[in-house]
């Protein structure tokens, strides 16, 4: 079924990476504690308003590069069924919501929101240009994502979950990247900062940080501290799903050609989708 073009304005589908938001309760096994719950889940909503309003930002921005693309040409505002009044009105509105809600149910959040509209808005307008920097910028808002889940739960960030999730989104940006690359030796248009990478630095670059982030993992799951405050050192079994996780990825982007977005890949593979549910089952009957 196809969403009307306002819904998918709002890019609902990406909201997926503010799951996030959750990791530091659930890695806690603070998911039985529902007035924490309650209140992350709000955290979640605002974080989501918010983002929605900057993806409108953004394909305000770039209206005219998205209707040289294969793909961003259907986007609502590329394809001119939505138009520009409608969506600076939607944008503001669910800035505004986002704030509004923040501000009500979880104060302590609003630093956070604003950093991380102010770091994609300076990303919308000057930084996605600079390879390297672009992909940098992107993990750091996978890291605010996981700050505002343990600010809002009250809840201190350990060292592995914010080492390891910059490294997990840094793979996943590197992927994207790869796609534009592909996209670009195709003879399509795409973003001015894939000038500075080409196909066989991406590849590598993956590789690297995939083989460092299942190393990070596996040192998380028997390092002393965590086995003494989980209670158990029974973890280091869930490292073959990250693993087996990795390893679809990688089939999916060096044999299938497949990730231009690593939203949609989750909610459409289904294979990935057996890994993270498996991953995700082992883990909490083991820490919880």
């Not at 066989?200 to 003494?228: E, H």
Request: aromatic share 12%; charged share 15%.
């Amino acid at each position: 079924m196809t969403l009307p073009p306002l819904l998918r304005l709002c890019r609902m589908h990406q909201y997926t990476k503010n799951l996030f938001i959750f990791a530091p309760i659930f890695f806690a096994a603070h998911f039985g504690d529902l007035p924490t719950l309650l209140r992350v889940t709000a955290a979640f909503i605002c974080f989501c308003l918010l983002a929605s309003a900057i993806y409108i930002f953004n394909d305000y921005r770039d209206i005219q590069e998205d209707r040289l693309h294969p793909t961003k040409k259907n986007r609502p505002l590329a394809a001119g069924s939505v138009t520009q009044k409608k969506a600076l009105i939607l944008g503001l509105f669910l800035l505004m919501s986002s704030l509004t809600l923040a501000a009500s149910l979880v104060p302590s959040t609003l630093p956070l929101l604003a950093l991380y509209a102010g770091l994609n808005m300076a990303y919308s307008l000057y930084i996605k240009r600079f390879s390297l920097l672009d992909i940098t910028v992107i993990a750091m808002g996978f890291v605010i994502r996981l700050y505002v889940g343990g600010v809002t739960a009250e809840l201190p960030l350990s060292r592995w979950i914010v080492i390891i999730t910059f490294l997990l989104a840094l793979f996943l940006a590197l992927a994207k990247r790869r796609d534009d690359v592909v996209r670009l030796s195709n003879g399509e248009a795409t973003r001015a900062a894939i000038q500075g990478y080409n196909e066989v630095f991406l590849s590598t670059a993956m590789a690297v940080v995939a083989a460092i982030v299942n190393v990070a993992y596996l040192m998380y799951t028997v390092s002393d501290v965590v086995v003494a405050r989980v209670g158990t050192d029974q973890l280091f079994f869930t490292s073959a799903f990250v693993l087996l996780g990795f390893l679809r990825y990688l089939q999916l982007t060096f044999v299938e050609g497949k990730s231009g977005s690593p939203s949609v890949i989750v909610l459409t593979d289904g294979f990935l989708q057996a890994v993270i549910t498996l991953w995700l089952l082992g883990f909490a009957i083991i820490i919880y």
